[in-house]
């Protein structure tokens, strides 16, 4: 299991959800509604995963994450 986080903040009202993604964006894992914001994702498949994180606010506006890449080894 690995615990992904993000940070975010909205500096013109708040934010409603963070997002969490793999494949650049392409397959969502899950989202928090409350800071801190993470999600614990379960059955992680070996090998490289990029993870995206985005950030919804009250206005519907739309921000996200650089893509991190990260290596995941078998046990």
């Known amino acids: 299991m690995i ?3 993000g940070t975010a903040s ?6 409603q ?3 969490f ?8 894992l899950g989202e928090d509604t409350s ?3 993470s999600y614990r994702w379960k ?9 995206v994180v985005k950030a919804t606010d009250n206005r519907g506006a ?4 650089a893509t991190v890449t990260i290596t995941v080894r078998p046990k």
């Open 3 to 5: 615990t992904i986080t």
């Open 10 to 15: 909205d500096s013109d009202g708040s934010v």
């Open 17 to 19: 959800k963070v997002e």
């Open 21 to 28: 993604f793999r494949d650049n964006g392409a397959t969502k």
């Open 35 to 37: 800071a801190p914001y």
């Open 43 to 51: 059955n992680v498949p070996s090998g490289t995963q990029r993870l």
């Open 62 to 65: 739309i921000g996200a994450s």
